[in-house]
Each structure stands twice: as structure tokens, then as C-alpha cells.
């Protein structure tokens, strides 16, 4: 890819808005946001974790944040711990053109705004007698991420004569020297004379304080090389998947870079935490949205899934406080959160040295688990109790997402130790696991409208109920503003599903149960009918009490529930189409309280939703096209009827391309090392493979070679 290419891309048929003669537009004919214009609270946002640039449809930047260091809090249930960050507002940019001057920010000509590879914003300026094409990034060269954003611009001369063209320095102040922003601002090529129909680059480095070292490396770099790596990077994160639908695979890379720019790292190459989403920063840290934003870093980067792994060691179990006690029980699945990742990690990257490097990981996760254990009383089942998930409440006196969590522990920390050759611990905690499933299974579900299911907590005298009293307390009652659709006669019904109850919509990802088990069907059958409370027909997703008409995380279960349904799971991923902003990403709360279907809105009370996208990514790739790993065997079960083509998976320790065709699937290793791969078969007798029988169903195992190839025949059901 050169850069002339990257200018002369194609409009992205779905993210971009346009400004022509004074009016909005876009030509994405699906989502609601096309109804939202002018697109005011709209960002396209860029960032390598480091830094983050929120820029508008003109090219301003709204907002650029440096990420620092962490500290710790006492405000909300869902946070304890926050970060510090310097930030500058209204970053505006001109040119002079023969003299003349001309704002870029300025709606005195055409402006369009869309983005290069699902990744980075391309602002395209149109003037009479030239056209400013700008693609800012956050570099993510050779493995480093730089502390600035380079705002790459190029002036095309479309006039019969050459153009004197200077970039004008950012005001460093605005009324004096002590009000400068907090950025240090550098330039390449800031006057050059631009040949009749010829092209000239400009650059600009907006750089950390912090880093100011980094001066030197914007000067001497070839920043041309710097964006194309850059966008190398995200092009190897995507890999090439192509759906029926165009739509939902760009949608899907979006995801992914929501995921992604959810997160902050210092210049020490430390995670200090996440946001909402990719807009806006915020000091404050919700553990759990971290959790499910990381989610994706286990298939994808390996490195910045062990970064998430040390932080949440750190900061995963909230300190005794004086506003809230504190505790491992404070929030449980929010405690375990660095132990879920390591078991997760392991599963798909087989690597066991990075525990070995860092012994603590494992012994603090240990601790924990050892001290919900010696909670359980003889007479209780083997279940433990939680008060939040995050800032709302983990329901009932045994919460069913909190205790799956346990369960998640338990099984990863043996499969751990499995790996370490303590095969005595390996073997405590299977049993233990083994007892927490059973006890899940058998007190945790409920004859609901539509066969045995999960219920959201159990009481402690009726199974289904858990009375308000138990949460009227001071501080902690502030939280009942979340259940307003559940209390009758103050009890809270159980038979329910909460809208960021997200473990259970995880159930088939975690490995408790497989995707098309009734308990797993029928639950989500329920979250997602007017059964449960806290449904909406209108909107079709799961309401958020007296906050909001929908929370984001709902839509992702409500996708779920028609996963053994194509149709329906057409019907319910072209929804996430149309909710998704012109920017591709997702708000958290894109529904005011009673509105209508489509009735959307931006920045409403919360931001972007990482947590959203990074359970979206994670269900989509494993239970939708059905491509998991497990300690270097990748298993392909996909959905019914469902067709793509991925090439250049990088899947944790796997490097395969994958076809899933109506009659067949193919599978190719592209790593240099041999993989071992697993096909779902109907009929064992119709190969003479070797055979592997798992959970009842039977898969043919094949070992393929460098470059290897193996197809088998698919048969719908």
C-alpha cells in the first residue's frame, strides 16, 4: 500500500460524513445515526493506548490525551482506582496558499471525513484550487507505541499553476504564555512550493511533555514508513475476513478497535487502565468495563494481554475503604478479574513462561480463591456471595454471573498448574471446580416461559426473590435506582436479566456449558422476550432501570439469543448495524428512557462502550464463526448457515486462513510450526481420520504442516 493510494481510497461505504454546500450528509444507509446530523458529539477517534485524539468531522481535534499514572479512590462500587492523564482541548489547523489564509476547521468549504482500512480518519478538505487530504495517527512502529499523534497532511494542487503552501504553527497560547497547551508541537516540511498538479507532504507531531524525548524521533523518521506500519499493525489485528454482508465485517473491525483504543498505557509501557470506550477520557476506571474491553487482546495481542494481567494483580480487588468495606467480596467477579484473564490467556496461547516470570500472578490469584473457599459453610452450597457487579448490584444472596466466575477461576488455575507439572494443585482445583459447577447446576435455575434456565442471583428464602431490605443500607440503597422494573412488594424478582450482566451471556466462551445447551438457549430466549422486566420490545434491548432506555452490553446478549436461529441472528447483528454511530462504534446508552425504535442519541450520560465491543468481538469469533483455541488445538464449529472467509487469522498462537462455505471448510496453516486443528463431524463413520469425542459431539483431528491445507466435507443440520 503506498500513500497515494491511501489518498485516493474510495469514500468507506458505511463511516464517514460529508459536508457539502452547507450540509450534512453520509451515505451509510443503515445506521439510525444518519438521522443525527449535524453530527454534533460525533468523534473519530485515533489512538495507539498511549495517546488518544477525539477529532471532529472538520479535523479539529477535540480532545488529546497523554496517559500517565494510576491512583487509588473511594467513589463508586465499580471504582477504586483512577488515572492521571494531561489533555489539551481545540486543536485547529491552517494553511496559507499564496498568502492567503484558510481555516480548516471553518465551514466555508466541502469537508468529508471517513476512514482508511476500518482504522485511522482521512479528512478530506476541498478548495478551488487544491484539495488538503489529513490522516492523523498514533504510531505503533516496530513494537513501540510513540507518545504523540502525527497529523499527516498532504496539499494536492489542482490548478495550472505552482502553490507556495506554509503550515502555520499551532498557537501555543491563547492569551498568554501560562495558558499553553499541554503538548509539545513539532513540524516537517512546514513551507514548500507545490508543482501545478503535484502533491506535498506536511507533518505535524503533537507530542507528550512526558516524552519529550521523542522530538528527536519524529524529526529523523520516515513518517511515511511510520503511518503505513501503523496501519499494518490493525491490518494484522483484522487479519481479512469477509462476510455475505460487507457490513458486519467492518462493523467487526471497529469492534475490535474500539476494544483496543478503550485502553491507556504510560511511557513506562504500563497499562494505567481504560475508559468507557474510545471517547471520552476519563479519570475514573470501571474494572469491569477494562475486563470485558481486554477480552479481545487474548486472540490478538498476546503483550498487551499480559500487560492487563499484571494490572489487574495490581487493582483487581478493591482496598478496605470507609465508603465501601472493601474486599474480595466487594465485587467477586471484578476480584477475579487477572485470574479469568490468565486462564483465558493460557487457553490460547499455551505460553506457561510468562507465569513463570512472574510467580506472583499465580500466587495472589491462589489467595483469593483459597479465601472465598474458606467462606463456604458446611450447611450452604458451594456457591460465594458478592455485593456488585460494577456500580450496580450483584442480585440475590448467591449472584449466578459472580459464582460462573469462580467456577472460570477455579478450572484455569487447575489447567495452570497442569501446565507447571503441579499436577497436585492442578487436581485440588479441578475438584473444586467440578463441585462449583454442580452446585451451580443444581440450585441456580429456574423452570422459566421457555424451558430450565439460569436466574440472575437466588434468594435466600424464595429462590426466585431477594428483598429489597437487604439492599436499603446507607450508600449501598443508591443503587436500587437500577431495579425499578424489578421490585414488587419489596422483593427483587431473580427471574430476570440484567443489561450488564454479561458472564452469563459468556457461559459457551468461559466453557461451562456448549453454545446450543438448552440451559444456555432458553436463558437467553428469556432475556430477550417480554418475559424478562427489563426487556423493551420497542427498542429491542434491555433497559437500564431509571438511567437509560437501553445499555449497550443488552444488545450483545440479545444477539446471542439467536445464535441457533439464522434468520433471527440476521435480524438482531443488522440491528448493531444500525445502531452503530458514522464513526462505527457503539454508545453505551444509545436510548433516552421511553423512545422509540431508531430514536437514537450521542453521549448520552456514558460514552463509547468498550465492554460492549469486547464481548461482541470475543461471541462473535468464538461461538458465531466458531473458531476457538485451546492450549494449540484450534477448534472450528461454526454457527449454522453461516459463510465467511478469514485470511491472515492470527488467533492467539494460531496463523490460519479459514473458509466456511455452505458445503465445506477449509483450513490452512500459515505458521511455520505444525497445527493441530479440529472439525465438527456428524458422522464418525463417514472418515477414516482420527477422531476426538468431546461433550458428546465428534470432531476429526488433523495435524497440519507449514502451508498445509485440509478440507472437510460441512453438513447442515
Not at 405 to 411: F, N, R, S
Not at 434 to 440: E, H, L
Not at 664 to 693: C, F
Amino acid at each position: 500500500m503506498t500513500i497515494k493510494m491511501l489518498l485516493q481510497q474510495a469514500l468507506h461505504p458505511f463511516y464517514n460524513v460529508c459536508y457539502t454546500n452547507g450540509q450534512f450528509t453520509s451515505t451509510n444507509p443503515r445506521s439510525f445515526y444518519r438521522n443525527l446530523l449535524p453530527p454534533e458529539g460525533l468523534t473519530f477517534d485515533v489512538s495507539n493506548q498511549k495517546v488518544l485524539a477525539n477529532i471532529d468531522v472538520f479535523g479539529t481535534i477535540s480532545r488529546l490525551t497523554f496517559y500517565q499514572d494510576n491512583f487509588l479512590t473511594e467513589e463508586k462500587p465499580g471504582v477504586w482506582v483512577n488515572k492521571q492523564y494531561t489533555q489539551t482541548q481545540q486543536l485547529k489547523f491552517r494553511l496559507i496558499v499564496d498568502g492567503k489564509a484558510y481555516d480548516l476547521s471553518a465551514s466555508d468549504h466541502d469537508v468529508t471525513i471517513d476512514l482508511v482500512e476500518d482504522s485511522l480518519p482521512r479528512i478530506i478538505h476541498r478548495y478551488h484550487h487544491f484539495t488538503v487530504y489529513c490522516i492523523p495517527f498514533c504510531p505503533i512502529v516496530d513494537d513501540h507505541r510513540y507518545s504523540m499523534l502525527v497529523y499527516q497532511t498532504y496539499v494536492e494542487n489542482n490548478c495550472r499553476r505552482p502553490l507556495q503552501v506554509s503550515l502555520p504553527q499551532i498557537s501555543l497560547f491563547q492569551q498568554k504564555y501560562s495558558d499553553q497547551q499541554n503538548v509539545l508541537i513539532d513540524q516537517k516540511g512546514a513551507q514548500q512550493q507545490v508543482a501545478t498538479h503535484g502533491l506535498a507532504a506536511f507533518s505535524i507531531g503533537l507530542i507528550d511533555p512526558n516524552a519529550y524525548q521523542e522530538a528527536k524521533a519524529f524529526q529523523t523518521a520516515d513518517l511515511e514508513r511510520w503511518l503505513i506500519v501503523t496501519l499494518h499493525y490493525y491490518q494484522a489485528l483484522y487479519g481479512d475476513l469477509q462476510m455475505d454482508d460487507p457490513a458486519v465485517g467492518h462493523l467487526f473491525n471497529r469492534a475490535l478497535y474500539q476494544s483496543f483504543a478503550s485502553f491507556s498505557m504510560n511511557n513506562h509501557e504500563q497499562i494505567v487502565g481504560s475508559n468507557w470506550g474510545s471517547y471520552p477520557a476519563t479519570n475514573r476506571i470501571w474494572n469491569k468495563d477494562m475486563y470485558y474491553a481486554s477480552l479481545p487482546f487474548l486472540f490478538f495481542d498476546a503483550a498487551l494481554c499480559q500487560k492487563t494481567i499484571l494490572w489487574f494483580d495490581r487493582y483487581g480487588v478493591k482496598f478496605p475503604g470507609t465508603k465501601f468495606p472493601g474486599g474480595i467480596n466487594h465485587s467477586l467477579s471484578n476480584s477475579l478479574s487477572s485470574l479469568l484473564l490468565c486462564a483465558l490467556y493460557y487457553e490460547y496461547t499455551n505460553d506457561v513462561q510468562f507465569f513463570r516470570e512472574h510467580p506472583q500472578i499465580l500466587a495472589n490469584g491462589r489467595k483469593i480463591v483459597d479465601t472465598i473457599l474458606t467462606q463456604r459453610t458446611a450447611d450452604e452450597p458451594m456457591l460465594f456471595t458478592s455485593v456488585w457487579i460494577s456500580d450496580a448490584f450483584a442480585l440475590g444472596k448467591y449472584h449466578t454471573g459472580s459464582n460462573l466466575c469462580m467456577w472460570k477461576a477455579c478450572e484455569g488455575l487447575s489447567q495452570l498448574y497442569q501446565g507447571l507439572t503441579e499436577t497436585k494443585l492442578a487436581a485440588k482445583y479441578r475438584t473444586i471446580a467440578a463441585k462449583i459447577k454442580d452446585a451451580i447446576l443444581e440450585n441456580m435455575t429456574i423452570e422459566g416461559p421457555f424451558g430450565e434456565q439460569f436466574l440472575e442471583g437466588i434468594g435466600d428464602k424464595e429462590k426466585g426473590c431477594y428483598e429489597v431490605k437487604h439492599y436499603q443500607k446507607p450508600i449501598v440503597e443508591q443503587g436500587l435506582i437500577f431495579l425499578s422494573d424489578v421490585i414488587q412488594n419489596g422483593k427483587i424478582q431473580l427471574l430476570m436479566h440484567d443489561g450488564e450482566e454479561s458472564d452469563t451471556t459468556l457461559i459457551p466462551f468461559y466453557g461451562f456449558l456448549e453454545k446450543d445447551h438448552p440451559l444456555y438457549t432458553q436463558t437467553l430466549r428469556f432475556a430477550a422476550s417480554s418475559a424478562n422486566p427489563t426487556y423493551s420490545e420497542e427498542i429491542q434491548g434491555i433497559t437500564w432501570g431509571l438511567e437509560s432506555g437501553a445499555t449497550f452490553p443488552g444488545f450483545t446478549t440479545v444477539l446471542m439469543s439467536a445464535l441457533n436461529d439464522s434468520a433471527m441472528f440476521e435480524q438482531r447483528i443488522q440491528e448493531l448495524v444500525q445502531l452503530a454511530d458514522l464513526d462505527g462504534s457503539w454508545w453505551w446508552w444509545p436510548y433516552k428512557l421511553g423512545a422509540r425504535h431508531g430514536e437514537v442519541v450521542r453521549n448520552f450520560g456514558c460514552g463509547k462502550c468498550g465492554w460492549a465491543s469486547g464481548i461482541f468481538v470475543s461471541l462473535f469469533v468464538t461461538q458465531y464463526l466458531g473458531l476457538r483455541l485451546q492450549h494449540s488445538v484450534l477448534t472450528v464449529t461454526p454457527a449454522d448457515d453461516v459463510t465467511y472467509t478469514w485470511n491472515d487469522l492470527h488467533l492467539g498462537s494460531a496463523f490460519v486462513d479459514v473458509s466456511c462455505m455452505h458445503h465445506q471448510i477449509t483450513v490452512t496453516n500459515r505458521k511455520s510450526e505444525p497445527q493441530v486443528v479440529r472439525l465438527k463431524i456428524n458422522n464418525p463413520a463417514d472418515t477414516g481420520l482420527s477422531l476426538i469425542q468431546d461433550r458428546g459431539a465428534w470432531y476429526a483431528e488433523v495435524i497440519l504442516a507449514s502451508n498445509q491445507s485440509y478440507t472437510i466435507e460441512r453438513k447442515s443440520k
